[in-house]
Nanobody, 118 residues
């Protein structure tokens, strides 16, 4: 059974930093070739892709976070992280970890809340 557990959310003032982490279990032999991502959903808005990292560690970001956020993965630990710097109030959202496995299966965490105050 694949499970994703996010941590690291919280409240921070604008300009501050947070580091989100997601531990993925149940993918002993499939984590390395999987694509990993962070999504977010603000109140009243649709969920959007924030950052993705491929199995070859190629990354892409939504324009609004480029230069401020960095996604990374640790294959031996089956984790994916999102370093968020220079946070803005518009970054306030629930952040979700996602894994798209080599076999095309899609799994989600329950989310962690990030609140940025001005």
């Amino acid at each position: 059974q694949v499970q994703l557990v996010e941590s690291g959310g919280g409240s921070v003032q604008a300009g501050g930093s947070l580091r989100l982490s997601c531990v993925v279990s149940g993918t002993t032999f499939t984590f390395r070739p999987s694509s990993l991502a962070w999504y977010r959903q603000a109140p009243g808005q649709q969920r959007e892709l924030v950052a993705r990292i491929s199995s070859e560690t190629n990354t892409n970001y939504v324009d609004s976070v480029k230069g401020r956020f960095t996604i990374s993965r640790d294959n031996p630990k089956s984790t994916v992280a999102l370093q968020m710097n220079s946070l803005k109030p518009e970054d306030t959202a629930v952040y979700y970890c996602n894994i798209l496995t080599y076999y095309g299966n899609d799994y989600w965490g329950k989310g962690t809340l990030v609140t940025v105050s001005s």
